[in-house]
């Protein structure tokens, strides 16, 4: 499964962006997703996820009533809504696949990864 993330930019604190993730395989409306980020010098870090039927969705504390995840499988889509940006979301920020079809918290659970799309938001 190749993914591919796209939507990142240069905003300003309160400015939203949405972000997308798009899979070359059919497959992936089995899996679940996870969007994680990964700011310069910290661990990637765990952002939001979906599950493969889009019903069942779960958050970090730091994004909760901000981010909104949502899937459309039948385009094959993942997208990661971000309203009220901070300067602390600036990130690298990768979608990917589950093993399974929930998303996790754990990395580890995790086969397939986007490449990146890098997002800053500016004080």
């Known amino acids: 499964v190749q993914l591919q993330a796209s939507g990142g930019g240069l905003v300003q604190t309160g400015d939203s962006l949405r972000l997308s993730c798009v899979s070359s395989?059919?497959?992936?409306?089995?899996?679940?997703v996870g969007w994680f980020r990964q700011a310069p010098g910290k661990e990637r870090e765990f952002v939001a996820g979906?599950?493969?039927?889009?019903?069942?969705?779960i958050y970090a504390d730091s994004v909760k009533g901000r981010f909104t995840i949502s899937r459309d499988n039948a385009k094959n889509m993942v997208a990661l809504q971000m309203n009220n940006l901070k300067p602390e979301d600036t990130a690298v920020y990768f979608c990917?696949?589950?093993?399974?079809?929930?998303?996790?918290?754990?990395?580890?659970?995790?086969?397939?990864w986007g490449q990146g799309t890098e997002v800053t938001v500016s004080s």
């Open positions: 990917a696949a589950a093993l399974g079809s929930y998303a996790s918290v754990d990395r580890s659970n995790y086969r397939y």
């Open positions: 395989r059919r497959t992936f409306s089995n899996n679940g």
């Open positions: 979906i599950a493969w039927r889009g019903g069942s969705t």
